[in-house]
């Protein structure tokens, strides 16, 4: 009886941690699987490349902008009318706001597209983490960094095994080639300095409300 006791002593001592494990936390750091990886290389550089295409069509569009603000101008001559001083105001004022509208949707688009690729990368990784857990007996995955975790064991952390799991399934990504940098746009459309040097009533000033203006994360 007394063998048969320590028996079923033995058998529960090796079961029950088992048991409470079943259902646990496991702790995985994402940030460490999305380097090795190579995603988050490849978000930086798609990004990257995104954000020089949109600043390259903000140079367009500020050209354009410009042009049609040196129309109006030289349309008005050296003396321009009090009525031609205030077309010149309002074009300007109204084709900076037209260009920062544009601005702030490319910085839009962006912001937006960044989401997506990490939520993208999100949802193919977390079935491979589920799997990792449950081999180590666990069944709910928790971000090492969000929300914090102020401690765990290293028994718990499923990064590795995430890792070798990603890697099976073929998730291992190669960036493009990296562009070089577009510098972003000024704010155009500021009226240009009549040929007698001094500025219109009107427009003086209005120099001063260029702004640099980039898309960016």
């Keep these: 009886m007394k063998t048969l006791l320590l028996t079923a002593l033995t058998f529960a001592a090796f079961t029950f941690p ?9 702790i995985l750091d994402i940030d460490e699987v999305a380097r090795q990886l190579g995603v988050e290389e490849k978000v930086r550089v798609d990004l990257l490349n995104m954000q020089n295409s949109l600043n390259t069509d903000l140079q367009r569009t500020q050209t354009t902008m410009q042009d049609q603000m ?3 101008e030289q349309t008005a001559g050296e003396n321009p009318t009090e009525e031609q001083k205030k077309q010149i105001f309002a074009t300007n004022q ?8 544009i601005k702030g949707q490319a910085q839009q688009t962006l912001a937006q597209e960044r989401i997506r690729m990490i939520n993208d990368f999100r949802s193919r990784l977390e079935p491979i983490a589920l799997q990792a857990a449950e081999a180590s007996g ?5 971000m090492k960094v969000t929300p914090p975790v102020f401690a765990y064991a290293t028994s718990v952390d499923i990064t590795q095994a995430t890792i070798k799991l ?3 399934a073929g998730m291992q990504v190669q960036p493009a080639a990296e562009t070089a940098p577009v ?7 500021a009226p240009a300095t ?8 009107a427009t003086k000033g209005k120099s001063e409300a260029k702004e640099k203006g980039k898309a960016k994360e």
Excluded: C, H, W, Y
């Design 70 to 72: 040196t129309r109006v």
């Design 166 to 168: 990603a890697l099976d």
């Design 183 to 189: 510098p972003a746009p000024s704010t155009p459309a």
């Design 18 to 26: 088992a048991l409470a494990q079943k259902g646990g936390v496991a």
């Design 94 to 101: 109204q084709l900076n706001e037209e260009f920062n509208r």
């Design 138 to 142: 666990l069944e709910i995955v928790l």
């Design 194 to 201: 009549p040929s007698n040097g001094n500025a219109t009533d």
